[in-house]
């Protein structure tokens, strides 16, 4: 994907959250953005693990996987939302303007799509660092055996929770927000066509990428503490993730669908119609032996019947089968990997 331009950058500015604005400048430096934010979960996971070492939380050239994904998950937010907008940005670019209702509003679906709103966002990012700040504070102890960290060592880590949990929560914001968002349009902006839907192809696989991601980052700490699952908080935070995974693939893409299957409607009514008047007209013509008129008759009833097997065959969702089956794949694997888990653990208690 290319990089974004510094216009472009100014542009994301004008309105748009602090997340925006910052992967917007990220995206806008020399060379590749995923280096700036290796660098920053490097950062974080050696503010970590030198706490721990120092402290004693775990011994000196040892490292938690935990501290690994948390510190992983520091820098692929960010990087994973400027990827977001750059595909939302793309996708309504290449929609010719005959498949949008009203053209003179690509530029204001563009902005829609890659900006959420300043204040709002600011808010929820502050209270899910006030969150993750209080949770460790107020009860080290429980931190501690839910994350593996000394208590003492618990002070020097909060501005780094703090940080965390307002990017964790910057980056469902913008999978919850982009996906309706992203609904409205191809609900309201976008003419759709029955056998013309590769041009929303792109929204499907952006859909299908923040489902994925979102799974994606949950299993990566479940994997590495399967504890958290066994913490309500954790297990609840891990059941919302699928949930909001699956909404954020199908709803965004629920609107074309109706639209597609309205439109399917209609013309498999029209198409049927068609097919009984001129079965209609063929029948009087064998009644009346008015072979001239049988042979087109029997062209336009095969010709008929050909539109309706098309028209029947024809797909109502705006998405490839491969990117289909990938979502459901990765939706299905952490509630199998969950069921195997508990399996394996009730067979070794007995």
Known sequence: MAAVTKAQAAGVARGS????????????????????????????FAIITISQWVTGGYP??????????LALLFGAWPWLVGRFNGAARSAIRRLPD???????RRA???????????????????????????RFAFDPVEASR????????????????????ALGFAYVVKVVLLSWRIHQVLTNEVVVSLFGVAPLYAFSRLTATMAI???????????????????????????????????????????AHGLLVGEKDRRLGLARDTLQDAASSLHDAIQKSDTQAMDPLQKALAGVEVEQRMLERAPTWPWQPDTFRWVVGAVMFPIVLYVVQLGISRVVER
């Open 108 to 134: 204001l679906l563009e902005h829609r799509l890659t900006a959420l709103p300043a204040t709002p966002t600011l808010l929820i990012c502050l209270g899910g660092a006030a969150m993750n700040v209080g």
């Open 146 to 165: 839910l994350i593996g960290v000394a208590p003492s060592s618990i002070p020097v880590l909060l501005a780094v929770f703090g940080a965390f949990g």
């Open 98 to 104: 005959d498949r949008l209702r009203d053209p003179s």
């Open 60 to 69: 000196v050239g040892t490292v938690s996987a935990l501290h690994v994904v």
């Open 213 to 255: 991601s979102m799974i994606g980052s949950i299993l990566l700490v479940v994997v590495a503490t399967p504890a958290l699952l066994q913490d309500a908080m954790g297990f609840a935070g891990a059941t919302l993730a699928i949930a909001f995974a699956t909404l954020a693939f199908f709803l965004p893409l629920a609107g």
């Open 17 to 44: 959250s602090w997340i925006d604005r910052l992967t917007a400048a990220v995206d806008a430096l020399p060379g590749s953005s995923l280096v700036v934010y290796a660098a920053a979960s490097t950062a974080v």
